[in-house]
C-alpha cells in the first residue's frame, strides 16, 4: 500500500539552517529524529488535539508537548488565565500567592506529599530530590532503574533509556566516574535484584528511585507486588522511596501513580501537568524530609524562576480542569481503545506486537513481548518502528520519534481522532509487514 504524499519542504529548509545554529539542530535530542529516520517535523502552532507544522499539514498530536498537554494543547480556559496574569508580569523573583494556591492542591491531590518545593524541569526536581535523599539519610548510594530515565543529571546517566537509548549512547560522556560510581542498577520489576543491591551494601543506600510507570524505555507497567515490595525493602532498610512522577503525575489519576497502585512513596517528583504546558517541575514528600530543604534546613536548593506566575497559572487552572467529575473516567475509556485498536491492528498485520494503556498514557512494542524491563524492551523492532512512525506521519499522526518513548492523550481527542488514528495504524502496519 502507498502512502500519501507529504510535503515538508518548509520544515527541511528549516531543519538544515538549524543544524548551523544549535548541535544537531535541536534543543533536545530525541526531537532529531535520528532513531526513525527522515527530518523532524518543524511545529508551527498547536490546539487542542492537533498541531500543524510550518509547511500547513495537519497532525493528530499524541506526545502533547511529551506530557503536559492532558486537556488538549492552548486550551482556552489556561490561555485566558496566562493572558490575565501576564499583563502582572512574568516574572518577580519573590514569594506570590499563586505559589500557595498551587501548592494546597498538589498536596491535597497526592498521598506523599505534605511540603512541596517547586522548580522550573523534572530535571532540576529530579536532582534536588537526590540531594535530599542522601541529607537525609546520611548515606550516598542511590538505586534507580535500568531504562528509567529522571533527567539529565550527571548521577542519573546510567542505563538512562529515553534519549540517551534512542540514540543508542553509552553513558554519556563527561560524566566523572566518580559521579556515577554511588548510582546503583537494578533491572525494572526485579524485586530480587534490589534485595541482592541492599544485601551487598548494608547501611549505605540513601533510597530508591524510579518511575512508577515507565515512560523512557518504552511504556512498561509494574508487575503486581513489584511497588510494594520496594515500599517493603526500603522500610526494612532504613532507605527512602521516591516515584518519579513527572510523567506519570496528574495523568494516571488526579492524586499520580502512587494514588491509582495505592502505594505511597516517601517523596515524589513531579513536572509536566502541573505546569499547564509551561516549563515547571516540583519536588515534595513528607514534612519531616522536606524540612531538610532550604532555608528550613540546611540542604540548599534554589532557582531565579521556581514558582513563576505564569506556571503558577497554567499549573492551577489545568488542576482546575481535571478535577472535574468523570475526567480520569473518559480518558481511560478512550485511550484504552486506541490501544486495543493498535494492537488489534498489529496482529491483523501479521506483526509481532505488545502493549497496552494506564489511564491517558499508552504503548506498543514491535515484539511478541511480554516487556517487563528495559532488556525485553530492546527486542522491540526498532527499524519497522522507523518505518511505522514515517507512515503515519504521511497519514497525519504524529508518535513520539522514538520506539522508546509512551504516547499521551489528551480530554480534547474525539472518538473520530481515535478511529482515523486507528484506521491510520491498520493501513501502516500493513504497508511495513
Known amino acids: 500500500m502507498s502512502s500519501p504524499a507529504l510535503n515538508t519542504s518548509r520544515s527541511e529548509e528549516i531543519f538544515t539552517a538549524a543544524q548551523s545554529l544549535m548541535p544537531g539542530g535541536v534543543s533536545s535530542p530525541v526531537r532529531a529524529f535520528k532513531s526513525v529516520g527522515g527530518q523532524p517535523i518543524v511545529f508551527d502552532r498547536v490546539k487542542g488535539a492537533y498541531a500543524w507544522d510550518v509547511d500547513g499539514n495537519r497532525y493528530i498530536d499524541y506526545i502533547g508537548s511529551w506530557g503536559p498537554a492532558i486537556c488538549g494543547h492552548a486550551r482556552p480556559e489556561v490561555v485566558s488565565a496566562l493572558q490575565e496574569a501576564v499583563e502582572k508580569g512574568t516574572s518577580f523573583g519573590a514569594p506570590c500567592a499563586l505559589e500557595n494556591q498551587l501548592a494546597e492542591m498538589v498536596i491535597d491531590a497526592v498521598p506523599s506529599v505534605e511540603m512541596v518545593r517547586f522548580v522550573n524541569s523534572g530535571t532540576e526536581a529530579c536532582m534536588s530530590v537526590l540531594r535530599l535523599m542522601r541529607s537525609f539519610t546520611g548515606r550516598e548510594k542511590v538505586i534507580k532503574f535500568e531504562g528509567c530515565y529522571h533527567g539529565h543529571a550527571d548521577m542519573f546517566l546510567v542505563k538512562a533509556g529515553s534519549g540517551v537509548a534512542t540514540l543508542g549512547l553509552p553513558d554519556s560522556p563527561g560524566v566523572p566516574r566518580a559521579t556515577t560510581s554511588s548510582t546503583l542498577t537494578a533491572p525494572y520489576n526485579d524485586l530480587e535484584a534490589v534485595k541482592e543491591l541492599f544485601a551487598e551494601n548494608p547501611d549505605a543506600i540513601a533510597g530508591v528511585i524510579l518511575e512508577p510507570i515507565v515512560g523512557n524505555a518504552g511504556f512498561i507497567t509494574p508487575e503486581p507486588g513489584f511497588l510494594e515490595g520496594l515500599r517493603e525493602l526500603t522500610r526494612e532498610h532504613g532507605a527512602l522511596l521516591v516515584f518519579d512522577e513527572v510523567m506519570t503525575g496528574f495523568r494516571i489519576s488526579y492524586g499520580g501513580a502512587q494514588k491509582h497502585f495505592g502505594v505511597t512513596p516517601d517523596l515524589t517528583t513531579m513536572g509536566k501537568v502541573i505546569g499547564g504546558g509551561l516549563p515547571v517541575g516540583a519536588y515534595g514528600g513528607r514534612a519531616d524530609i522536606m524540612a531538610m530543604v532550604a532555608p528550613a534546613g540546611p540542604m540548599y536548593q534554589a532557582g531565579t524562576l521556581s514558582g513563576n506566575p505564569l506556571a503558577m497559572t497554567a499549573g492551577i487552572k489545568t488542576l482546575e480542569l481535571l478535577r472535574e467529575p468523570g475526567t480520569y473516567e473518559r480518558l481511560e475509556a478512550m485511550t484504552q481503545r486506541l490501544s486495543a485498536g493498535i494492537l488489534e491492528a498489529g496482529k491483523d498485520a501479521g506483526l509481532p506486537i505488545c ?27 526498532t527499524a519497522r518502528f522507523g518505518r511505522v512512525h514515517r507512515a503515519m506521519l504521511e497519514r497525519g499522526v504524529y508518535l513520539a520519534p522514538s520506539a522508546f518513548e509512551a504516547g499521551f492523550t489528551s480530554l480534547a481527542h474525539s472518538e473520530a481522532d481515535i478511529d482515523a488514528t486507528i484506521k491510520a495504524f491498520q493501513e501502516s502496519f500493513r504497508q511495513v509487514a
Do not use: I, R, T
Open 355 to 381: 502493549g497496552g494503556s494506564v489511564s491517558a498514557m499508552f504503548g506498543f512494542f514491535l515484539c511478541a513481548g511480554p516487556v517487563h524491563n528495559f532488556e525485553d524492551a530492546k527486542a522491540s523492532d
